[in-house]
């Protein structure tokens, strides 16, 4: 039985658009592997005439010819033509395309950069195939999808072959927050939003992960089962991430999360640790991630004039990534063997420094919710991001964890704090501190908001210090 379908409401109804048109449409939908790109495009297609073909997995002995007799396999299935054999691209989608000649057809082609990366011809023919074939369908609807975002994007969006041709380019992020929570409606109504941050430290808002929860079992039970026992769902997730997108320079890239994991850094520091000079070749890797949905990279901005600075560091935006970092990839000999054992969560290493850094990823990653219960309009902000300001002669340096700019000469330094207990008044003091420190235009207000998850003392309510305190039980619901 298929699980049910969750979220994505915004990114349907921009697939509803398509159906509107009087020409057909080529799409392009990329986004980190597990993020449900695939299940997306089914649900929108649930309801026509839909083909979906996808490429083989990079592995050993996977040639061009491979790829080509797996989508003459699936064309065949699709076709009720068992059997079919071409050794020409062009010949498999002039056979596809006299198929698909009338009435509204949705095509997918999933992992695209598998299925043609090893054929110089495969995008060429691809091209002539949608210009003189497939586009004279005015009720077609193509999808070209993959988890390698940096292939399709050289090769697809930033070529001159498809220029001009694609109707759409859709970028999946990580479900919100309110999404998530959809998870656990039906058998974890009484779950609390602490127990929530828990299994979400883990999981983000990838939607796999969040599907191989049991909601009937604690946090801790389900963390044990995925992350901990030798045949866990997430416990060579990593490597089969990176060995299908990265292939050769996997280890490359492993070594640059590696060391964001350890926490945000600049290009110049990463290059120290990596031990790659500042080079394009260290900004086309770090791109690379970005487009993946594994880092951010956030810049800083002048809040006297509201402009971008040259200033940006990268973030491990990836809530799994640093899980599997910190705390499976250490204990991977142990839990092979069956021998792993941690009593409790909180009884992992630097368990409340991690947590605090994978709740300040999920506020992050949920910025528009922030911002929506502080009741700012987008049309509002000037500019929002994790902020930094370096220390000079002039000014000290100051980090502040969430920055909103309005254009109403006002700021929002938002405080992200993760504790175990209540937060007591000692918070208000290090904010002061962060406060003091950034330099602000004399005709700028400030407005501290501080984002929590197991509630303050009644003396920092009784201090109105904070224009709003924010409970991560807001963000998961409407």
Known sequence: MASVFIGRKEELQIFQ?????????LVIVKGRRRIGKSRLIKEFA??????TFSGLPPTAGITAQSQRDEFSRQLGENLGMPGIKMQDWGDLFTLLAKQVQKNRVIILFDEISWMGSSDPTFLGKLKNAWDMKLSQNPKLILILCGSVSSWIEKNIINSTGFLGRPSMYLTLDELPLVDCNQFWKKKGRGVSAYEKLKILSVTGGIPRYLELIDPKHSAEENIKQLCFV??????????????DIFLNRTE???????????????QETLAARVGLARSGMLSEYLNDLVLCGFISRNFTWHINTGKISKLSSYRLCDN??????????????????????ARTLTALPGWDTIMGLQFENLVLNNHRGITKILGIHPEDIVFHNPFFQRGTNRQLGCQIDFLIQTRFHSVYVCEIKFSRHKIGVDIIKEVEEKIARLKLPRHFSYRPVLIHVNGVHEDVIDSGYFS??????QLLEE
């Open 230 to 243: 030798k045949y866990g769902a997430l416990v060579n997730e990593f490597e089969h991430i990176f060995t």
């Open 320 to 341: 799994y990534l640093r899980f599997y970092l910190k705390y499976i990839l250490p204990n991977k000999a142990k839990i092979e063997k069956g021998i792993f054992t």
């Open 46 to 51: 649930k309801d026509f005439q839909f083909y």
């Open 17 to 25: 658009q398509l159906l509107n048109k009087r020409s057909a449409s």
């Open 252 to 266: 490359l890239y492993k070594n640059i999360i590696e060391q964001l994991a350890m926490g945000d850094a600049d």
């Open 468 to 473: 709003e305190l924010i409970d991560f039980s």
